[in-house]
């Protein structure tokens, strides 16, 4: 099978001839820019460059030479592949190894922190001594009204957005083998709490129900505006389009089943049919952290194909037991190693050990993409990394045994 309908067919929940696997396809199935360093290195590969497409996360975009080392089957609409490269500058991560940024979302200093404006106001920042840059100064920090919402500056794709994305599209489309991950959002939850501040936005939700209404209502409004113009220009194109919405901590979902099915459901739903209705062969992609088993009935009623990254450490999220009762209805796209201890600290052979441990779970009649539970961080040894992905090459042939 080519690696498009490798993933199509597990998507559907048929065993192709292998498990797919993925690295970089999405925003939370990556590699740090400094972990990218270290396995280059380590793997001997010389020249080449280190975008970090993702500066927040300092995410490296895996280049060609990467994604065919390790058979990789999926591809991200954003990669930058044969774009110019005077649009990238030099940048030092920040462990004083070289990478490149985009020249638009460059950052500046300010004192011993590297930050970025919107206007005056700093909108996040990166303190001397930071991996990641965090966000600051919410838009909406002091919003209290309607009007103080609407005269927001929204994000609206530009016809201009919309020809580039295409053109990738197509190009990746028609010249390449991958399955293609366009990468649109569409959160709610956690958009809101970006743009309240995460305990205005809480709280909105308990005791200000009135202002949490008319700011979700208008994220919907923006995403379903967004959402016309991006499936019109790469709905024939991709395969899967990726949604985002944290709704998870370590032990439990950040919201209650019940407030989950009033408050955010709804507007998930509206946003997920939405697709259905447009490119009813498209595969709804949600990533969410944390512990969601008791959301995944509502979750899968709203209208998601595929969960990431199956944070199989936190409450309740045992790799058997969802499998056992949601294989069947959803796609596992991650769960394949534990990043927050395995991955990081443990030995290439118990890193192997549970590679082949998860594809036995997972993988048995499709509905499984391996990849790691979110982005492999920069304190992974790139021998685990190696040893992670190699093991899932040598197991990935079905039958699974």
Known sequence: MT?????????????????????????SSGIMAIAYNKLKQHLGLSGGYTRVYDIGQQLAEPEQ?????????????????????????KWSLPDGSPGQVHRIFYPSRHGNEWVFYDGDRITSRMPEGCLYFEACNPPLENATTKHDIENHKWYYYSDEDLRILEQKAKHLYENTEYAIMGGFGGNILEYGQNLRGWSNFMMDLVINRSLADDLMDKLVEVHLKNLEGYLQAVGKYIQIIQMGDDLGTQNAPQLSPDMYRE???????????????????????????????????????????????????AKKMDPQTLKDEFGDKIT??????????????????????QVEERMKIFAPGGGFVFAPVHNIQANVPPENIIAMYEKANAVRDYPIS
């Not at 030479?65 to 500058?89: C, M, P, Q, Y």
């Open 332 to 353: 596992f796209w991650g769960g394949g190693v534990d990043t927050q201890h395995v991955l990081p600290d443990e030995t290439p052979a118990e890193v192997t050990a």
């Open 65 to 89: 030479k990467i994604l065919d080392r390790f058979h990789i089957d999926v591809i991200d609409l954003a990669n930058t592949f044969g774009e110019n490269g005077d649009d990238w500058k």
């Open 3 to 27: 690696s498009r309908e490798r993933v199509l067919t597990t998507l559907a929940h048929k065993e192709p001839d292998k498990v797919p696997l993925d690295l970089g396809a999405m925003r």
């Open 263 to 313: 408050l955010i459901k709804p507007r998930h739903s509206k946003i997920f049919q939405y697709v259905k209705k447009q490119h009813s062969d498209l595969y709804v992609f949600l990533h969410s952290c944390g512990s969601v088993y008791d959301l995944l009935p509502d979750l899968i009623d709203a209208g998601i194909d595929i969960l990431n990254p199956v944070q199989t450490s």
